[in-house]
């Protein structure tokens, strides 16, 4: 990995990987919200990321090997981003990173619930997840597994998201 080296502190070190505003929101986006191309991520960011800076972030995540990227067999001008193993054990700093901010910032019910559904899993779910992000971008970074998980957080995670979108939505449709 080729980062500024200000010293050797392991906190000082990863910000200087992760610290900046975009590269765990790239992260997370591909990690919860399976997004693998380009213009998944961009387009369905909460956090609406400019495609210039979207671009850089991928170039940096690529070269810090925090991610990889294959032709996607369905277009000659598609890319397929997938995670790392790197990124993969990212799970648990970003779970606890949700919690904290869960518990000490205004955050919305709706991008709040995955955290929370973490969080209550703890550890263990922590590690299903992780299996089953390996199958999905590590074992099969191509295909995405074809639904043989035996595992499915992400669906569990993304059914929750999709409830609470859908009471909100009634609530103020009504």
Not at 20 to 48: A, K
Not at 77 to 83: F, G, N, V
Not at 168 to 173: A, I, L, N, R
Request: glycine share 6%; net charge neutral; charged share 25%.
């Amino acid at each position: 990995m080729d980062i500024d080296r200000r010293s050797g502190c392991p906190i000082n070190l990863t910000m200087e990987v992760l610290g900046d505003r975009w590269s765990l929101i790239v992260i997370r986006d591909m990690m919860f919200g399976n997004r693998r191309h380009f213009r998944d991520l961009l387009t369905h960011s909460e956090e609406r990321i400019a495609s210039n800076i979207l671009a850089a972030r991928l170039k940096r995540l690529l070269a810090l090997g925090l991610i990889s990227r294959r032709d996607d067999p369905s277009h000659s001008q598609k890319t397929i981003y997938s995670l790392t193993e790197p990124s993969i054990q990212l799970v648990p700093v970003l779970a606890m990173i949700g919690a904290w901010g869960r518990r000490h910032l205004p955050v919305s019910r709706q991008l709040s619930v995955r955290a929370e559904l973490l969080e209550e899993g703890g550890p263990q779910l922590w590690e299903e997840f992780m299996a089953e992000l390996r199958v999905i971008h590590v074992e099969d970074p191509v295909e995405g597994a074809n639904g043989a998980l035996t595992s499915n957080v992400l669906a569990r995670l993304t059914k929750a998201y999709l409830d609470v979108m859908a009471r909100e939505d009634g609530v103020s449709g009504a």
